[in-house]
């Protein structure tokens, strides 16, 4: 009987240090939702219109059917986009797009789903997505891209080129030709 009885005192100690044991080292503590509820807040904006401007003069300015502000990423998303990219020699690119994302940071963008793009001197992109970095004034065309200029036209998987038009570098299945491909 003396035995027994501390056989089951060992048995309980044993058994309560796998209980703390498993709690201490079991997994995560639960996360605080109302903490992570604030910390994640998107913003949605219905047919507004975005727009920067750089030293007193205008870069550009897109009316959408829908933004939204996406916290903790950088970036709004926006949905059915026709705008104005207004460049320093006083010509306008018109865009069109189903879509795009704005960098909140550096305020670059890249437009998708169908982005049409028409320079008011000539000129004209369409593509499945086009991006353009304002800095160094590249924009970068990509999915069944068709380039029609002056007299030529080329159509490519992805084209880089200036918001000029006026130099493009073409790849994936390239074709360029006088006229109307």
Known sequence: MKNKGLLLIAGGIA??????????????????????????V???????TVSREQDGRKLWEFSVDELESISGKGEAVMKGVKGKIYR????????????GRINNDDKNFALDRGVKATLSTGGEITAEEVAWNQKDDVITASGKVKVVKDEHTALADKIITSSKFDHFKLSGHAEVQKGEL
């Open 15 to 40: 058994v309560a240090a796998v209980i703390i044991a498993w709690l201490m080292f079991g997994g995560e503590a639960p996360k605080d939702p109302d903490n992570i509820a604030s910390n994640v």
């Open 42 to 48: 998107n913003a949605v904006v219905k047919n507004t």
């Open 88 to 99: 320093e020699d006083g010509s306008v690119i018109d865009v069109v797009a189903g879509g």
